[in-house]
């Protein structure tokens, strides 16, 4: 079998957390001591990892999980990687090497700029590896695993993209649930005559959204891109946002910008540079249509929550 051809990169699910701890339990026994932080992690992954913005990714050849690796986020810019293991099965495939680049590449997409590591150097093969793949040996703080003897680093290839994603789902996470402190009555109240109501302007942002998309989708295609604009007040007035559930658009505004996140750093770094006309509009780049929708969120949630207020 050929792994390279075969394997596949499976994204964390809640049925493969046996493996994720059988593989990780079985390597570490067979060569230190199992440490209650181990325990803790392999048995509750959710809590201890994807909580915190890690990340659980598993390689599969065929129908079989073969291997697991992870990475935990230790600050705003670095991750760790970490809870590397392959079934003793599977071993002499190079299924280390697929794990480690693609959970590189995942961290990288996911914003991160920089990844740590540790390991002992009693496991010669998998040391050779983190530096044939640019991993750095760094100085190994105290109190750590006490299995651990070696530390290192390497920085992650930034998408122009990333940071702007990742901002947009931070201020996601921090905006829904304060937006779901306002009644309903709150939310639809107008401050004035012919003035948006929090529900209108939410409304609007979710029309922005869903323009927006096949923008970010259809300038990928060619260098020069004619796309078509929408007048917003006709959009929130035909739609009738006032009269909706103000939890149901909440939800809806959550939901399409975490997908818009996902999507930015997947946009070629070479198509940032065509050109698009939207509408009337003077021809701006690729770049700046996706630099401009966060600035267009931070505009009208300002709308939704005056500086003066505390929230």
């Not at 957390?17 to 230190?32: D, M, R």
């Not at 103000?246 to 996140?261: D, E, G, S, T």
């Not at 698009?276 to 770049?287: D, E, N, R, Y």
Request: hydrophobic content about 40%.
């Amino acid at each position: 079998m050929n792994a390279a051809n075969d394997a596949r990169v499976l994204a964390w699910h809640p049925d493969y957390q046996p493996y994720f701890e059988q593989f990780n339990k079985a390597w570490i026994t067979s060569n230190y001591t199992l440490e209650p932080i181990d325990r803790a992690v392999l048995e509750h992954p959710q809590e201890h990892i994807l909580a915190h913005g890690g990340e659980i990714i598993f390689v599969a050849l065929g129908n079989e999980i073969a291997g697991t690796v992870a990475y935990k986020q230790v600050d705003d810019n670095t991750v760790e990687m970490t809870k590397m293991a392959v079934d003793n099965a599977f071993q002499g495939r190079k299924l280390g090497w697929l794990l480690a680049t693609s959970i590189m590449e995942r961290a990288a997409l996911a914003g991160y700029t920089r990844m740590i590591l540790y390991s002992n150097t009693k496991q010669a093969a998998a040391v050779a590896m983190y530096r044939k793949l640019g991993f750095a040996e760094m100085e190994l703080e105290s109190g750590g695993y006490e299995r651990c003897n070696i530390k290192m680093g390497i920085d992650l290839p930034a998408h122009p993209l990333a940071p702007l994603a990742r901002e947009l789902r931070q201020t996601v996470a921090q905006t829904a649930e304060k937006l779901l402190r306002f009644s309903e009555q709150e939310a639809g109240a107008r401050p004035a005559p012919g003035k948006w109501s929090r529900k209108e302007i939410l409304g609007h942002l979710i029309d922005s959204a869903t323009n927006n998309y096949p923008r970010f989708i259809r300038a990928q295609h060619s260098e020069y891109s004619e796309l078509p604009g929408y007048n917003q007040d006709f959009w929130v007035e035909a739609r009738q946002y006032q009269h909706e559930p103000w939890p149901a658009l909440v939800q809806l505004w959550k939901a399409l910008n975490l997908h818009i996140a996902g999507l930015l750093p997947l946009i070629p770094a070479a198509a940032l540079g065509h050109i698009c006309v939207i509408g009337p509009g003077a021809p701006v780049t690729l770049q700046y249509v996706a630099e401009d929708y966060l600035r267009h969120i931070h505009h009208h949630l300002n709308q939704i929550f005056p500086v003066h207020a505390n929230y």
